[in-house]
């Protein structure tokens, strides 16, 4: 503890104040953009939350940044009971806050829903890097690639079975991509993972729902609700709020969707808000968005690769993996490349647990820049 508390005081000079800065300016064009996607149903109760739970996110991230890694590695197993008890809250307390998915915890007495998975996005990423830490020396060795794997088929099964929300499950497999094929996991490992999905696809496509088939048919099939009124609906919206903002866009508060009460685009604060940024600031409103949350990956990256620590680097390419899905996802699902499932754009996209679970994850990358080797042989050396 007492440890903890010298780090804490010395977070200001030790803490990684460049990527703070990058997701406070990040975070403050998203303020602004809520703001205005949100204008026409005129109260303030969306950018209050937001600029509150983005408080909450950077004392996060001082905290977190607080604790040496070597904790986490330590406490692996409890970190697993955690996300399992957590997410297995979603049964009591579960709700789907109308998105069809039960992925929500609505707990009495607590002012604001919390999204589990969220949270446990951030303890993967250290049960991740741990277990590959553990097989260092082995990685591609079939007991080690088990337990890589067994650990994400038990937190995608628990969050399948109990939210059935597929954009956030996809979050963990993408994760684990990132950090095996960084961490050295033989490619052979992903050719016969490409080869088991293809051979079983068949299987998957006939258990997944019409609606799951329609998503991904309007990418490759332009015969697929061709009108526009089905499924492609909210896509063709999209698309017509990007394009229409031309080079620079209306202006705030002047798009013609997103301030059209009655006709406005689908979730324009949320999951399609970089629509919305495209017809209020155009395209140079989007490349600079692209711009900033490139700088963040960028970091997460740059700190590991100076970190001569192997659980640590995992870390830093675990987060940045997590942010390159989530912002791949969104932009392909807003400009009609990727499937619709419901991922919000980083920092940009209204969300309480969202906005304070991703400064609590770059928590764990600024504690890699203020210790980017192990400092467990200092608990063993008696001060003078």
């Not at 937190?155 to 994760?175: E, P, Q, T, Y």
């Not at 609700?225 to 609906?233: L, P, Q, S, T, V």
């Not at 419901?342 to 940009?348: E, R, V």
Request: proline residues 3%; aromatic residues 10%.
């Amino acid at each position: 503890m007492y440890r903890f508390l010298q780090e804490l005081k010395n977070f200001f000079r030790k803490g990684d104040m460049v990527l703070l800065l990058l997701c406070l300016i990040t975070t403050a064009f998203g303020v602004i953009m809520i703001a205005s996607t949100t204008n026409y149903m005129g109260n303030l109760r969306y950018i209050i939350i937001q600029i509150a739970a983005a408080g909450i996110g950077v004392l996060l991230y001082a905290i977190i940044s607080s604790i040496d890694m070597d904790f986490w590695a330590e406490h692996r197993i409890s970190l697993v009971i955690f996300n399992t008890l957590l997410l297995l809250l979603l049964i009591p307390f579960g709700t789907d806050n109308n998105t069809g998915n039960r992925s929500w915890l609505d707990i009495p007495l607590f002012p604001v829903d919390i999204q589990p998975a969220e949270i446990c996005k951030i303890t993967y990423i250290l049960i991740m890097a741990s277990v590959m830490a553990a097989h260092q020396s082995k990685l591609s060795t079939i007991p080690s690639v088990a337990h890589m794997i067994l650990h994400l088929g038990l937190l995608v099964g628990l969050n399948m079975l109990l939210s059935r929300d597929a954009g956030v499950s996809l979050i963990f497999v993408f994760i684990f991509i990132g950090m095996a094929f960084a961490g050295g996991v033989s490619l052979w490992w992903f050719i016969l993972a490409i080869g088991g999905i293809v051979a079983v696809w068949p299987i998957l496509w006939s258990v997944m729902g019409e609606h799951q088939r329609n998503r991904l048919l309007i990418l490759v099939d332009p015969t697929v609700d061709a009108d526009g009124i089905g499924a492609r609906f909210h896509s063709r919206m999209s698309l017509q709020s990007l394009t229409g903002g031309g080079f620079a866009g209306h202006g705030l508060f002047d798009g013609n969707r997103t301030q059209d009460a009655d006709n406005h685009l689908f979730a324009q604060h949320t999951d399609y808000i970089f629509s919305a940024i495209g017809e209020e600031l155009g395209f140079v409103g989007c490349m600079l968005v692209l711009l900033m949350m490139i700088c963040i990956i960028a970091r997460c990256v740059y700190v590991g690769l100076k970190s001569p620590d192997y659980m640590r680097r995992m870390v830093c390419f675990g987060a940045a993996a997590a942010l390159i899905f989530q912002v791949t996802s969104n932009v392909g699902m807003c400009i009609g490349v990727t499937p619709v499932i419901g991922l919000t754009l980083p920092f940009m996209s209204y969300g309480g647990s969202s906005i304070v679970s991703l400064y609590a994850m770059l928590g764990l990358v600024s504690g890699v820049h203020a210790r980017p080797a192990s400092t467990s042989h200092e608990l063993y050396i008696r001060p003078y």
